[in-house]
Protein backbone atom coordinates (compact mmCIF):
# COMPACT_ATOMS: atom_id res chain seq x y z
CA UNK A 1 0.00 0.00 0.00
CA UNK A 2 2.73 2.08 1.19
CA UNK A 3 4.43 1.81 -2.44
CA UNK A 4 1.35 1.96 -4.74
CA UNK A 5 0.66 5.77 -2.71
CA UNK A 6 4.76 6.74 -3.33
CA UNK A 7 4.40 6.12 -7.09
CA UNK A 8 0.94 8.22 -6.45
CA UNK A 9 2.77 10.59 -5.30
CA UNK A 10 5.81 10.82 -7.97
CA UNK A 11 3.68 10.75 -10.69
CA UNK A 12 1.19 13.96 -9.04
CA UNK A 13 4.72 15.35 -8.81
CA UNK A 14 5.74 14.63 -12.56
CA UNK A 15 1.98 15.51 -13.84
CA UNK A 16 2.44 19.13 -12.13
CA UNK A 17 5.74 20.03 -13.44
CA UNK A 18 4.98 18.53 -17.18
CA UNK A 19 1.84 20.85 -16.78
CA UNK A 20 3.95 23.94 -15.56
CA UNK A 21 6.82 23.53 -17.70
CA UNK A 22 4.63 23.48 -21.22
CA UNK A 23 2.16 26.23 -20.06
CA UNK A 24 5.16 28.15 -20.00
CA UNK A 25 6.61 26.97 -23.26
CA UNK A 26 2.94 27.72 -24.61
CA UNK A 27 3.61 31.33 -23.27
CA UNK A 28 6.44 31.98 -25.12
CA UNK A 29 5.32 31.12 -28.78
CA UNK A 30 2.78 33.90 -29.22
CA UNK A 31 2.55 35.15 -32.65
CA UNK A 32 5.40 37.70 -32.39
CA UNK A 33 7.89 34.82 -31.94
CA UNK A 34 6.51 32.86 -34.61
CA UNK A 35 6.79 35.67 -37.17
CA UNK A 36 9.55 35.29 -39.02
CA UNK A 37 11.41 36.76 -42.30
CA UNK A 38 9.85 34.87 -45.27
CA UNK A 39 12.22 36.26 -47.97
CA UNK A 40 14.50 39.25 -48.87
CA UNK A 41 12.22 41.66 -50.01
CA UNK A 42 10.68 41.46 -46.06
CA UNK A 43 8.02 39.65 -46.26
CA UNK A 44 7.63 37.80 -43.14
CA UNK A 45 4.87 34.23 -41.98
CA UNK A 46 3.90 33.40 -39.32
CA UNK A 47 4.30 29.56 -38.21
CA UNK A 48 2.16 27.40 -36.12
CA UNK A 49 3.38 26.00 -32.53
CA UNK A 50 3.10 22.45 -34.44
CA UNK A 51 5.35 23.72 -36.98
CA UNK A 52 7.93 24.69 -34.76
CA UNK A 53 7.76 21.91 -32.52
CA UNK A 54 8.93 19.47 -35.54
CA UNK A 55 11.20 21.81 -36.68
CA UNK A 56 12.52 21.84 -33.12
CA UNK A 57 12.90 17.97 -32.75
CA UNK A 58 13.99 17.40 -36.15
CA UNK A 59 17.10 19.71 -35.40
CA UNK A 60 17.48 18.63 -32.32
CA UNK A 61 17.48 14.70 -33.68
CA UNK A 62 19.72 15.56 -36.87
CA UNK A 63 21.28 19.12 -37.01
CA UNK A 64 22.66 19.11 -33.02
CA UNK A 65 25.92 17.13 -33.51
CA UNK A 66 27.08 19.55 -35.56
CA UNK A 67 24.94 23.02 -34.47
CA UNK A 68 24.46 22.69 -30.36
CA UNK A 69 22.42 25.88 -29.40
CA UNK A 70 22.95 27.16 -32.82
CA UNK A 71 26.73 27.38 -32.46
CA UNK A 72 29.18 25.49 -35.27
CA UNK A 73 31.29 23.06 -34.10
CA UNK A 74 33.39 22.48 -37.25
CA UNK A 75 33.67 26.10 -37.54
CA UNK A 76 34.11 28.44 -34.55
CA UNK A 77 33.99 31.59 -36.64
CA UNK A 78 29.99 31.02 -38.52
CA UNK A 79 27.08 30.12 -36.09
CA UNK A 80 23.50 29.84 -36.96
CA UNK A 81 22.94 33.44 -34.89
CA UNK A 82 21.34 35.76 -36.90
CA UNK A 83 23.99 38.17 -37.04
CA UNK A 84 26.36 35.73 -38.95
CA UNK A 85 23.56 34.34 -41.19
CA UNK A 86 22.52 37.49 -42.39
CA UNK A 87 27.10 38.16 -43.09
CA UNK A 88 26.45 35.14 -45.38
CA UNK A 89 26.79 35.12 -49.51
CA UNK A 90 23.70 34.99 -50.24
CA UNK A 91 22.58 36.07 -46.33
CA UNK A 92 20.59 33.35 -44.84
CA UNK A 93 18.55 35.18 -42.66
CA UNK A 94 15.27 34.64 -43.62
CA UNK A 95 13.23 31.64 -44.16
CA UNK A 96 14.11 30.51 -48.15
CA UNK A 97 17.19 31.36 -48.16
CA UNK A 98 17.66 28.74 -45.60
CA UNK A 99 15.33 26.25 -47.34
CA UNK A 100 17.43 26.87 -49.82
CA UNK A 101 20.58 26.02 -47.94
CA UNK A 102 19.42 22.95 -46.67
CA UNK A 103 18.68 21.71 -50.34
CA UNK A 104 21.87 23.38 -51.58
CA UNK A 105 24.21 23.94 -49.13
CA UNK A 106 27.32 26.67 -50.36
CA UNK A 107 30.36 28.52 -48.36
CA UNK A 108 29.84 30.93 -46.22
CA UNK A 109 30.93 33.08 -48.91
CA UNK A 110 28.67 31.35 -51.67
CA UNK A 111 31.63 30.41 -53.91
CA UNK A 112 32.19 26.41 -53.19
CA UNK A 113 29.14 23.86 -53.11
CA UNK A 114 28.96 22.03 -50.15
CA UNK A 115 26.45 19.29 -50.88
CA UNK A 116 29.33 16.80 -50.67
CA UNK A 117 30.22 18.63 -47.01
CA UNK A 118 26.73 19.68 -45.29
CA UNK A 119 24.12 17.27 -44.49
CA UNK A 120 21.49 18.26 -47.12
CA UNK A 121 18.55 16.71 -48.73
CA UNK A 122 19.32 16.38 -52.07
CA UNK A 123 22.22 13.77 -51.20
CA UNK A 124 20.20 11.06 -49.43
CA UNK A 125 23.15 9.18 -50.39
CA UNK A 126 25.73 10.82 -48.38
CA UNK A 127 23.23 11.77 -45.88
CA UNK A 128 20.93 8.98 -45.55
CA UNK A 129 19.08 10.94 -42.01
CA UNK A 130 17.28 13.59 -44.17
CA UNK A 131 16.28 11.18 -46.72
CA UNK A 132 12.69 10.93 -45.09
CA UNK A 133 13.01 14.97 -44.64
CA UNK A 134 9.72 16.38 -46.39
CA UNK A 135 9.60 19.28 -47.98
CA UNK A 136 7.88 20.55 -44.56
CA UNK A 137 10.47 19.33 -42.58
CA UNK A 138 13.08 21.10 -44.32
CA UNK A 139 10.96 24.37 -43.99
CA UNK A 140 10.05 23.75 -40.49
CA UNK A 141 13.75 23.21 -39.62
CA UNK A 142 14.79 26.34 -41.10
CA UNK A 143 12.15 28.48 -39.49
CA UNK A 144 13.16 26.37 -36.15
CA UNK A 145 16.69 28.04 -36.59
CA UNK A 146 14.97 31.92 -37.07
CA UNK A 147 13.03 31.17 -34.38
CA UNK A 148 15.34 29.87 -31.66
CA UNK A 149 16.95 32.62 -30.69
CA UNK A 150 14.09 34.50 -29.83
CA UNK A 151 13.91 32.13 -27.37
CA UNK A 152 17.56 31.44 -26.20
CA UNK A 153 19.83 34.31 -25.86
CA UNK A 154 22.27 31.83 -25.74
CA UNK A 155 21.74 30.80 -29.28
CA UNK A 156 24.87 31.13 -31.66
CA UNK A 157 27.71 32.72 -30.89
CA UNK A 158 31.30 31.25 -30.01
CA UNK A 159 32.18 27.96 -28.73
CA UNK A 160 34.88 27.97 -26.12
CA UNK A 161 37.05 24.77 -25.97
Not at 49 to 57: D, I, P, R
Not at 94 to 116: C, H, I, M, Q
Amino acid sequence: MVKRFLWVAIATVFLIFQCHVNSAAALELDKDTLTIPLNEQGETTTLTTKQYANGQKLFNLECTQCHLQGKTKTNNNVSLGLSDLSKAEPPRDNLLALVDYLKNPTSYDGEDDYSELHPNVSRPDLYPELKNFTEDDVFDVSAYVLIAPKLDTRWGGTIYF
